[in-house]
């Protein structure tokens, strides 16, 4: 065993040679063989200071060791925490954004709401304006033709009175009195003014005719003679188009009694193909661009 110990020792295997010298000097001491405890003791020594000198850097070695193993796991404790503040962090960043994206939300739908309030005004606006054009436009075609028949019936008048002045100058007194009772130059300006309103119409509203028969059922359309613009029926629903709704007004423009009127308007709402109540609306829309 000392041998062993001995060659152990010189290939650096000093904790084996350790065990083996130590074991060689209580065999010594067991067997109280004095020469063997010397020659033991002479080597013992170096054998024990190189295993504690081993023993000691193995110590330092682990000491080293769980000084690095504590501060990493410092690092991790601290490295955890951190994390874990963070995760917070980002909880409460994530709460207020999915606080933010719902009141988004909201405002994105009262947005909406709004441009469909903006989107039906504007429709409403447009609606007015093409009403606004249009009334515009037959504000200015009929002021043109009314001054131009106000121009035409002074004339009228004024030929007519040089007519019957001539006349009672001349003392032709049965002629003056027929002229006077006669209604044939009424009845030929009321004529002559029924034809302008017609034409100044149609020129307004070209479709009149056909928008309106569509209203009605197909065996009720109106069919006009040969040279006539509008009809009684038709000049009746014209003057409603262009916004005279009142029977007594359209009465007192065509020359008829106003249960007359309300004959007509009720005739024809009877043959309606459309719903009755709606019917004057919808010819008051006849002629609008949509």
């Known amino acids: 065993m000392q041998a062993l110990a001995s060659l152990l020792f010189e290939t650096g295997d000093v904790e084996k040679a350790y065990f083996c010298i130590k074991s060689s000097m209580e065999d010594a001491m067991f067997c109280n063989a004095r020469l063997r405890t010397h020659e033991v003791s002479q080597i013992f020594p170096i054998i024990d200071t190189a295993y504690q000198e081993n023993i000691n850097k193995k110590k330092a070695e682990l000491q080293i060791f769980l000084f690095s ?8 404790l601290l490295a955890i925490i951190y994390v874990y503040l963070q995760m917070r962090k980002v909880a409460r960043i994530r709460g207020k954004l999915i606080e933010t994206n719902s009141r988004l939300l909201d405002l994105n739908d009262n947005l909406q709401s709004t441009i469909a309030k903006l989107n039906k005004a504007n429709s409403e606006l447009n609606v007015v304006n093409d009403e606004l054009s249009e009334a515009n436009k037959i504000k200015e075609a009929y002021i043109g033709h009314f001054l131009d028949l106000c121009s035409t019936y002074i004339n009228k008048l004024e030929k007519f009175q040089n007519t019957l002045n001539k006349k009672a ?3 032709k007194l049965d002629e003056l009195y027929k ?3 006669s209604k044939e130059m009424i009845e030929r300006e009321l004529k002559e003014l029924y034809e302008n309103f017609d034409k100044i119409f149609l020129h307004l509203y070209p479709n009149f005719i056909e ?3 569509a209203l009605l059922l197909p065996e009720e359309h109106f069919t006009l003679k040969t040279n006539e613009l509008l009809n009684a029926e ?7 188009r262009l916004g005279i709704t009142d029977s007594s007004k359209i009465a007192s423009f065509l020359h008829y009694s106003a249960n007359t009127i309300y004959s007509y308007r009720t005739r024809v709402r009877n043959k309606a193909a459309v719903p009755r109540d709606e019917f004057e609306d919808l010819v008051m829309k006849i002629g609008n661009v949509t």
Do not use: G, P, Q, Y
């Open 69 to 76: 193993v504590t501060l990493l796991s410092l690092f991790l």
């Open 179 to 181: 002229m006077l009772k």
């Open 169 to 171: 100058s001349d003392k």
């Open 234 to 240: 038709l000049r009746i629903f014209a003057l409603i």
């Open 211 to 213: 928008e309106f028969n």
